[in-house]
């Protein structure tokens, strides 16, 4: 959940995200998930898993046509999970906003959402990373974007002010660009709920407990890259 895939790199690329930003986010975001991934569920004891007897409760494939067959029924299974789940995810959020933006028409704020909640909610955060002040409520809304929805979304939102001429400085693009660099989002818990639950279903309850735990760790990967991007960049 903290880096992306490279396919995708290529498309924020695109969007005018500076790419060096996006390969060094990535890059940064593999220690940083890793430290944020033992503080929140540190191994406090000794593993008990031995490599040395294991056991394979499936046949193998006595045939590449087995083979073939077998890993496209997998293949499809996942895919079938993960689309379900994923959808499951994507109507919550979407209730959400709904029920958000019902009970804020009450009170004159019909167009509040999840995201611009979590925007208010997250400019102090970006501020403390280093965004300047004027604007740390757009770097908490895309965020807050990239949290509640994914970070294409975010990047999309975020390409106009990229465009020659824009009003953001090159600390505050270089601290947004590394932030929104993961695929640390609540519809990446159901994709991975989504596919380890195929793959091994008796396990289901302890991947979607450990879900937010990814969730939180990935963020925190991604947010402290962005902080120590903000650092280096600030010093030149």
């Known amino acids: 959940m903290a880096s992306i895939a490279g396919s995708t790199m290529i498309g924020y690329a695109a969007l005018g995200v500076p790419v060096e930003y996006l390969l060094a986010a990535s890059l940064m975001a593999i220690p940083g998930g890793i430290l944020f991934a033992r503080l929140l569920s540190p191994a406090t004891e000794s593993s008990q898993?031995?490599?040395?007897?294991?056991?394979?409760?499936?046949?193998?494939?006595?045939?590449?046509?087995?083979?073939?067959a077998t890993g496209a029924m997998t293949g499809l299974k996942i895919a079938a999970g993960v689309a379900t789940v994923v959808m499951a995810f994507v109507a919550i959020i979407a209730l959400i906003n709904g029920i958000i933006g019902g009970v804020g028409g009450w009170f004159g704020f019909a167009h509040a959402s999840l995201e611009s909640i979590?925007?208010?909610?997250?400019?102090?955060?970006?501020?403390?990373?280093?965004?300047?002040?004027?604007?740390?409520?757009?770097?908490?809304?895309?965020?807050?974007?990239?949290?509640?929805?994914?970070?294409?979304?975010a990047y999309l939102n975020f390409s106009p002010y990229l465009q020659t001429g824009g009003t953001?400085?090159?600390?505050?693009?270089?601290?947004?660009?590394?932030?929104?660099?993961?695929?640390?989002?609540?519809?990446?818990?159901?994709?991975?709920?989504?596919?380890?639950?195929?793959?091994?279903?008796?396990?289901?309850?302890?991947?979607?407990?450990?879900?937010?735990?990814?969730?939180?760790?990935?963020?925190?990967?991604?947010l402290m890259s962005a902080t120590i991007a903000g650092f280096f960049i600030g010093l030149a």
């Open 118 to 153: 979590l925007g208010y909610l997250l400019a102090p955060l970006a501020w403390v990373m280093g965004v300047d002040w004027s604007d740390a409520n757009l770097a908490g809304s895309l965020i807050g974007q990239k949290l509640a929805i994914n970070e294409f979304v």
């Open 168 to 222: 953001l400085d090159a600390k505050t693009v270089a601290i947004i660009s590394f932030a929104l660099c993961g695929f640390a989002n609540f519809g990446s818990i159901g994709v991975v709920v989504g596919a380890f639950s195929a793959v091994a279903p008796h396990r289901a309850p302890e991947i979607a407990q450990l879900g937010l735990r990814a969730l939180a760790a990935a963020t925190l990967s991604n």
């Open 49 to 68: 898993v031995s490599f040395n007897n294991l056991s394979f409760t499936e046949t193998p494939p006595k045939s590449i046509i087995e083979a073939a």
